[in-house]
C-alpha cells in the first residue's frame, strides 16, 4: 500500500506540475486529531539538503482545514494557505505569490481520512482546478482499488486457511458442466487421489446417487441457493464408495454459476441409523412377540410366535427339548424351516432330523448354555451344527451350509420354574451388535409362555376334574333340593288344609257360646256364664292362630306369582284402613293417613301390597292403648323410590328385640302390651319383609319403650316403558 501512495503522489505532481503533492492520514488521538504523512513528492526533485529539510517540515502538524474532511458529508475539495516555511522550501518564485494547500478526502474509515494535498503557487481556477479535481478522482479509485484488493486477497487467504483447516470435504464445482474447480486436502484424502487428478474430473464421476445419475444430480444441487443431499455416495480410488451428506452453496464468481459443495463422511452416522433401525427392529419384534405369548397357551403356537417374529429380523431358529416319550437327551421339539427346506435337510441327513437324539452333554455349546444357564454365540457354526444334527458328516455339513446359508449361531436357554430344561438355537448369516442380548430377551419371554401354558394346562385339569365333582355334588344337591321343595309343598298343604278344617268347627263353637252367652237359648248360672267366657275367649284366640297360619300358607303358595303394575298408595292406604275400620271403631282409636303431593305411583302386586298395610295396622292396633292414634304417611323419598310408615303410640319394643322383630315365629313377650293376651305367632311381620324384598324394596323399624313404634318400607316406582298413570292429590283417612 505504501508503495502505491507513492506512485500516487508521484503521478500528481507530474500530472498537474504543482511544487508539493503530499498523501497523508488525518487520525483522532486523545481527543485530538494527529497528522501523519504516508507519501510526498516534489516537481522537480529537490537536492539532498533540501529534500531532508521538506521531511523535517512534512514531519510537523501541517496548515490544515481539516474538519471538514473529516465529517460524513466532505466537500469536494478544501483551499488553505501554504505554511511560508515549506513554500520558501519548496521554490524561490512562492516567496512573494500566495501559495495555497488544495487537499481532498481519498478514503476515510473509523474518523480516519486519507488525504492528498497538493501545494500550489496560487489558487487554482477553471481548467487547472478540473484538472486537479480530475487527478484526485483518480488518485482515489487507485487507493480504492488498492484497498480492495487488500480486502480480496486477505479473504482468500482466509478462505483458504478454512478450506484447508475444515474437518470435512469440500470442493468448488462449475454449475453448469459439473467440472472440479477446486479442492481441499480433505476431499483429496477421502477420495484416494491427488489434487491435480481431482481438478481433472467432474463431479459425476467422482459421486454416485442411488436414484439419480450425474447430471440430474448436478440438477439438484444447483436448483437453490442451498441444497442438502444426503444419500449420495464418494467413489474412493480403491473400495466401496463412502456414504457422504451433501450440501451445496450456488453463487456467481465472474459472472459463472458456482457451487460450493461440503461432502461430510457419514460413514458413522450411517452406521449409527442403522444399528438404531435394528434397535427399533429389535424393540417392535420383541414387543409383537410379548403381545402373541400373553395369549398363547400352547406350546406349539408360542414357538410359532418365536419363529415368525425371529424371521423378520433375518433369523431361523429351533428348539431343542426333552422328548415327550421321556427318553434321553434333547431332540427337535420345532423348527422355523419351510416344509420344502425341512425336506431338503432330511433327505441331505438321510434321516428325519425330528428324529435326531442330542446328548447335551456331548455338545460344548448345548453343555455350556445349560449348565451356566446364559445365552452363548459362536462364528464357528460348522463345529457346533455337527454336534446339533447327531455327528454329521463334512460333506454333509458342506451341502447344509449351501442349503440353509447359517454362518453364525446363538444358544439360549429355556428355563421351567427358574431351571434350564430346553435350548433355543438361533441361526444367522452375520450377527450384528446387540443379537445376543435380543435372543436372550426372546428366551426369556419364550420361558414365561412355557411356564404360563403349563399352568394354564395344569389348571384345566385341575378344573375338569373341579367340574366334574361339581356336576356330580350339584346333582345331589338338586335332588336334594327337589326333596326338600316336595316336603315344604306339603307342610304348606297340610298347614292350609288343617287351618281350613280347624277353622270350620271353631266357628260353630264360637257361634253357640256367643248365642248362650247372650243367654238367647236360656238363662245361664253365673259359673255357667265365667266357664262360657273363658270358652269364647280361647276360641277367639285359637281362631287369631289359626287365622295367621291360612295367611301364612296363603303367601308360601303364591310368594312368587306377584303381578307388578302401577298403583297408587292412597287408594291402597284407603282399602287397608276402611279393612280394619271396626276394630279400630270398637276400641276408639284415630287412624290419621296422609299421602304427599306428588307423590308417584309405585310398581307393586297391589294386593300384595295391601296384605302388608294390613299386617302392620293390626299390628299396630293391636298394641296400641284404647283411644290412642296411628299415623300412616307416604312420600318420594328418593328418585324411583317412595316410603311408606305406620306409627302407633304403644308400648314400644324393647331394643334387645328389634334385630329379630322380622324372623318368623318371633314373638315380644313384654307385659306392658295392653293385648299381650290376644298376642299373635309372629307370623305376619315375617311375612311383610317377604313381600317388601320381592318387590326389591326394604322395610326397617325404630321404636321406643313407652314412646311407641314405627314401621317404614319402600318400593319402587314404575319403569320408564310401564307407562305410569298420573297420581292422585294427597289423600287423608279418618
Known amino acids: 500500500m505504501q508503495r502505491i501512495l507513492r506512485e500516487i503522489a508521484r503521478d500528481v505532481a507530474r500530472i498537474t506540475g504543482a511544487p508539493l503533492a503530499q498523501i497523508l492520514v488525518i487520525r483522532p488521538h486523545a481527543g485530538e486529531r494527529r497528522v501523519e504523512t504516508l507519501a510526498a513528492a516534489t516537481a522537480p526533485p529537490l537536492p539532498a539538503a533540501r529534500a531532508a529539510e521538506l521531511t523535517r517540515l512534512l514531519g510537523r502538524d501541517p496548515v490544515l482545514a481539516a474538519d471538514p474532511l473529516l465529517g460524513d458529508d466532505p466537500p469536494p475539495r478544501v483551499v488553505a494557505p501554504c505554511e511560508p516555511e515549506l513554500a520558501a522550501l519548496l521554490s524561490p518564485a512562492l516567496r512573494t505569490a500566495a501559495p495555497v494547500s488544495v487537499s481532498w478526502r481519498l478514503a476515510s474509515g473509523l474518523g480516519s481520512a486519507t488525504v492528498l494535498r497538493v501545494v500550489l503557487p496560487a489558487a487554482p481556477h ?63 484424502a477421502l477420495a484416494g487421489l491427488g489434487r491435480r487428478e481431482l481438478r481433472r474430473r467432474s463431479l459425476a464421476e467422482l459421486f454416485e446417487h442411488p436414484y439419480l445419475d450425474g447430471a440430474a444430480l448436478l440438477a439438484r444441487l444447483a436448483s437453490g441457493r442451498v441444497v442438502r443431499e444426503d444419500e449420495a455416495r464418494l467413489r474412493r480410488r480403491r473400495g466401496e464408495a463412502v456414504p457422504v451428506a451433501i450440501t451445496a452453496t450456488r453463487f456467481e464468481l465472474e459472472a459463472e454459476p458456482v457451487l460450493h459443495v461440503i461432502a ?69 421339539r420345532f423348527l422355523s424351516f419351510p416344509l420344502p427346506v425341512r425336506r431338503q435337510l432330511d433327505r441331505v441327513l438321510g434321516r428325519a432330523l425330528d428324529a435326531t437324539r442330542v446328548d447335551p452333554l456331548e455338545v460344548s455349546l448345548v453343555r455350556r448354555c445349560l449348565v451356566e444357564r446364559r445365552t452363548i454365540h459362536t462364528d464357528a457354526a460348522r463345529g457346533a451344527v455337527q454336534g446339533l444334527l447327531g455327528g454329521a458328516t463334512p460333506l454333509q455339513l458342506r451341502r447344509l451350509g449351501r442349503l440353509v446359508g447359517i454362518r453364525r ?31 436372550d430377551a426372546f428366551a426369556l419371554q419364550a420361558s414365561i409362555a412355557l411356564e404360563k401354558a403349563r399352568l394354564i394346562g395344569a389348571l384345566r385339569e385341575e378344573r375338569a376334574r373341579l367340574e366334574t365333582e361339581v356336576e356330580r355334588r350339584t346333582a345331589e344337591l338338586r335332588r336334594a333340593v327337589e326333596a326338600l321343595e316336595e316336603t315344604d309343598r306339603r307342610k304348606d298343604n297340610f298347614l292350609a288344609n288343617i287351618s281350613h278344617e280347624l277353622r ?38 285359637l281362631k287369631t292362630f289359626i287365622e295367621e297360619l291360612l295367611e301364612l300358607s296363603r303367601h308360601e303358595l303364591t310368594r312368587d306369582a306377584l ?22 271403631a270398637e276400641r276408639g282409636l284415630r287412624v290419621r293417613a296422609r299421602v304427599a303431593r306428588g307423590t308417584p305411583p309405585v310398581w307393586a302386586d297391589r294386593e300384595r301390597v295391601l296384605q302388608v298395610l294390613v299386617n302392620l295396622l293390626g299390628n299396630a292396633e293391636r298394641y296400641s292403648p284404647d283411644g290412642s292414634a296411628i299415623r300412616v304417611a307416604a312420600a318420594e323419598v328418593a328418585p324411583g323410590r317412595v316410603e311408606v310408615s305406620v306409627s302407633d303410640r304403644g308400648a314400644g319394643i324393647a331394643p334387645e328385640h328389634l334385630d329379630n322383630i322380622f324372623d318368623r315365629l318371633y314373638q315380644v313377650r313384654d ?17 311383610v319383609k317377604s313381600i317388601v324384598e320381592a318387590h326389591g324394596g326394604t322395610v326397617s323399624v325404630r321404636s321406643r319403650v313407652g314412646r311407641g313404634t314405627t314401621f317404614r318400607f319402600s318400593l319402587p316406582t314404575p319403569r320408564s316403558d310401564a307407562g305410569p298413570a298420573t297420581p292422585p292429590a294427597s289423600s287423608a283417612a279418618r
Open 504 to 541: 270350620t268347627p271353631l266357628v260353630t263353637v264360637l257361634g253357640y257360646a256367643d248365642l248362650l252367652l247372650t243367654e238367647k237359648l236360656g238363662e245361664l248360672a253365673p259359673r255357667q256364664r265365667s266357664a262360657l267366657q273363658v270358652v269364647a275367649s280361647s276360641g277367639r284366640r
Open 563 to 584: 303381578a307388578f303394575a302401577p298403583c297408587h298408595v292412597s287408594e291402597v292406604i284407603t282399602q287397608a284402613v276402611l279393612a280394619l275400620a271396626p276394630r279400630f
Open 671 to 687: 307385659d306392658r302390651a295392653p293385648r299381650h293376651k290376644g298376642g299373635a305367632l309372629g307370623i305376619g311381620l315375617a311375612i
Open 126 to 188: 477553471g481548467a487547472a482546478l478540473r484538472m486537479l479535481d480530475a487527478a484526485a478522482r483518480l488518485a482515489t479509485g487507485r487507493v480504492e482499488a488498492e484497498g480492495f484488493r487488500r480486502e480480496m486477497a486477505g479473504w482468500n487467504a482466509a478462505y483458504r486457511t478454512f478450506q484447508e483447516g475444515a474437518g470435512d470435504a469440500m470442493l468448488v464445482v462449475h454449475a453448469g458442466t459439473g467440472r472440479v474447480l477446486e479442492v481441499n486436502e480433505k476431499l483429496s
Open 264 to 332: 461430510r463422511d457419514a460413514t458413522r452416522e450411517r452406521r449409527a441409523l442403522a444399528e438404531l433401525r435394528q434397535a427399533k427392529d429389535t424393540l417392535a419384534a420383541l414387543h409383537l412377540a410379548g403381545a402373541h405369548l400373553t395369549v398363547e397357551t400352547d406350546e406349539a403356537a408360542i414357538y410359532g410366535v418365536l419363529a415368525r417374529e425371529l424371521s423378520r429380523l433375518g433369523f431361523h431358529c429351533g428348539v431343542l427339548a426333552p422328548a415327550l416319550d421321556g427318553g434321553s437327551g434333547l431332540v427337535w
Open 409 to 439: 449361531l446363538i444358544l439360549a436357554p429355556l428355563r421351567r420354574e427358574g431351571r434350564p430344561v430346553a435350548v433355543l438355537v438361533v441361526g444367522a448369516a452375520k450377527l450384528r451388535k446387540g443379537d445376543p442380548e435380543a435372543i
